[in-house]
């Protein structure tokens, strides 16, 4: 009997795993495939990332710093809102090593990390949860006195325990070609309904091209569209569903999702990286799998974070579907240095913020 189950070995995954395995629980965590593939995210994250990691991950991980973005209400050719920092925003990483680092960490601190198990069945009983892979060698049970659900946008927990799904799916794609950019600007264009699609250079790893848009919306002709508009070619091209909007309850009897299970990202940019991480910390400081009670606290503790950042950033959202003119008009009153942290929408009302924006700074 384990203490925890952990099923997918994303970074909240692996980051549960590695602090309940710290904290002396008996922890195995069970990826489906090969830990960090296939590749379906831009790696583009807030400094505080390396908070997170071990020894070494700078090196090994970092592809380029950004200062700040550029906003296009159209495409390539059309007009740059620019909104920028003084000092480095973010880095933009390799996300298959950061996923394997997260691992190795986990590894290191104790937790049973395997490759090639897909979960299958999850049923919870008053003193345990059963859970079925398909692993390498046939089909294997498990016993947990819990189990966390760290698998994803499509988590098969959730549907396996009725957890109710999240608000809504967007259909995210990127590829890359292989232009050297050593740039310290993303470029944002506010086209496709409802989200955006974006040019991340990433140093000697090339430039990356993606968007995401909600169902319905022909994502792959919009990104035909910005290659286009931009004359490059690209290889590599992946897709993936980024979740926004938490579901009401994200625990049941002896279950809990983080995550993109938990549709813990950020609405105004689908980011999750460091919202499922900082979760896994909230669920490895309240959760103790012998008191199912505790579950209650990670609700409460996860939210009370990032709730208020999530509901902001749902209005910054709102935004991207404004009339063009008006998108025009506002960032252009708008943009120029900031000083807003890009997981923290409330630092827009923060002292460092407004001495930025105000006049006579
Ligand atoms: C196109 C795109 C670009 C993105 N760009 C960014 C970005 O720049 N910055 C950022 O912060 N976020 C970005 N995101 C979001 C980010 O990728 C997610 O928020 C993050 O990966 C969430 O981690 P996760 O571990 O919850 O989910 P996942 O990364 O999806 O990991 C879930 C893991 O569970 C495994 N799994 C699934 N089902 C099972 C099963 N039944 N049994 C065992 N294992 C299973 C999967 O194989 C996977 O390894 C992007 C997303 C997309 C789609």
Same mark, same amino acid.
Not at 228 to 238: F, I, L, N, P, T
Not at 250 to 260: E, H, K, M, N, Y
Not at 292 to 317: C, F, K, N, S, V
């Given at each position: 009997?384990?203490?925890?189950?952990?099923?997918?070995?994303?970074? *909240?995954?692996?980051?549960?795993?590695?602090?309940?395995?710290?904290?002396?629980?008996?922890?195995?965590?069970?990826?489906?495939?090969?830990?960090?593939?296939?590749?379906?995210?831009?790696?583009?994250?807030?400094?505080?990332?390396?908070?997170?990691?071990?020894?070494?991950?700078?090196?090994?991980?970092? @592809?380029?710093?950004?200062?700040?973005?550029?906003?296009?209400?159209?495409?390539?050719?059309?007009?740059?809102?620019? =909104?920028?920092?003084?000092?480095?925003?973010?880095?933009?990483?390799?996300?298959?090593?950061?996923?394997?680092?997260?691992?190795?960490?986990?590894?290191?601190?104790?937790?049973?990390?395997?490759?090639?198990?897909?979960?299958?069945?999850?049923?919870?009983?008053?003193?345990?949860?059963?859970?079925?892979?398909?692993?390498?060698?046939?089909?294997?049970?498990?016993?947990?006195?819990?189990?966390?659900?760290?698998?994803?946008?499509?988590?098969?927990?959730?549907?396996?325990?009725?957890?109710?799904?999240?608000?809504?799916?967007l259909h995210?794609v990127?590829? =890359?070609?292989?232009?050297?950019?050593?740039?310290?600007?993303?470029?944002?264009?506010?086209t496709p309904p409802t989200f =955006?699609a974006?040019?991340? *250079?990433?140093?000697?790893?090339?430039?990356?091209?993606?968007l995401a848009a909600p169902p319905g919306v022909h994502v792959s002709k919009h990104f035909e569209d910005l290659i286009?508009?931009?004359?490059?070619?690209?290889?590599?091209?992946?897709s993936?569903?980024?979740?926004?909007? *938490?579901?009401?309850?994200?625990?049941?009897?002896?279950?809990?999702?983080?995550?993109?299970?938990?549709? @813990?990202?950020?609405?105004?940019?689908?980011?999750?990286?460091?919202?499922?991480?900082?979760?896994?910390?909230?669920?490895?400081?309240?959760?103790?799998?012998?008191?199912?009670?505790?579950?209650?606290?990670?609700?409460?503790?996860?939210?009370?974070?990032?709730?208020?950042?999530? @509901?902001?950033?749902?209005?910054?959202?709102?935004?991207?579907?404004?009339?063009?003119?008006? @998108?025009?008009?506002?960032?252009?009153?708008?943009?120029?240095?900031?000083?807003?942290?890009?997981?923290? *929408?409330?630092?827009?009302?923060? =002292?460092?913020?407004?001495?930025?924006?105000?006049?006579?700074?």
């Open positions: 009997m384990y203490d925890f189950v952990v099923v997918g070995v994303g970074p *909240p995954g692996a980051r549960f795993a590695r602090r309940a395995a710290e904290d002396g629980y008996d922890v195995l965590a069970l990826e489906k495939g090969r830990v960090g593939e296939p590749l379906a995210c831009s790696g583009h994250v807030s400094t505080d990332i390396w908070e997170f990691t071990g020894p070494g991950a700078r090196e090994a991980l970092f @592809q380029n710093e950004i200062y700040g973005a550029r906003f296009h209400v159209g495409g390539p050719r059309s007009d740059a809102y620019p =909104f920028y920092k003084q000092e480095v925003a973010s880095n933009v990483i390799d996300r298959v090593g950061l996923d394997r680092h997260l691992a190795d960490l986990a590894r290191e601190a104790g937790a049973d990390v395997r490759e090639g198990y897909t979960v299958t069945e999850v049923t919870e009983r008053w003193d345990r949860v059963e859970i079925v892979a398909n692993g390498p060698d046939g089909v294997v049970e498990f016993e947990a006195r819990m189990v966390a659900g760290c698998d994803g946008p499509r988590s098969r927990v959730r549907d396996e325990l009725g957890l109710p799904q999240p608000d809504e799916f995210g990127l590829a =890359f070609s292989e232009e050297d950019d050593h740039q310290d600007f993303v470029d944002v264009h506010l =955006f974006w040019r991340i *250079p990433r140093g000697e790893a090339g430039v990356e091209y993606g286009d508009g931009y004359e490059v070619d690209v290889s590599h091209r992946c993936g569903a980024i979740p926004i909007g *938490p579901p009401d309850r994200v625990t049941s009897r002896r279950a809990f999702l983080i995550g993109d299970a938990a549709a @813990q990202t950020k609405p105004f940019t689908g980011g999750g990286i460091l919202y499922g991480m900082t979760s896994a910390d909230h669920a490895a400081r309240e959760i103790d799998p012998d008191r199912p009670t505790t579950l209650a606290a990670y609700e409460r503790a996860w939210r009370e974070d990032l709730e208020r950042e999530q @509901q902001l950033g749902h209005l910054i959202r709102r935004a991207y579907s404004l009339p063009e003119p008006i @998108q025009r008009i506002g960032l252009g009153a708008l943009s120029g240095e900031i000083g807003v942290h890009m997981d923290r *929408p409330t630092s827009l009302l923060s =002292f460092d913020h407004l001495k930025t924006v105000l006049p006579g700074r």
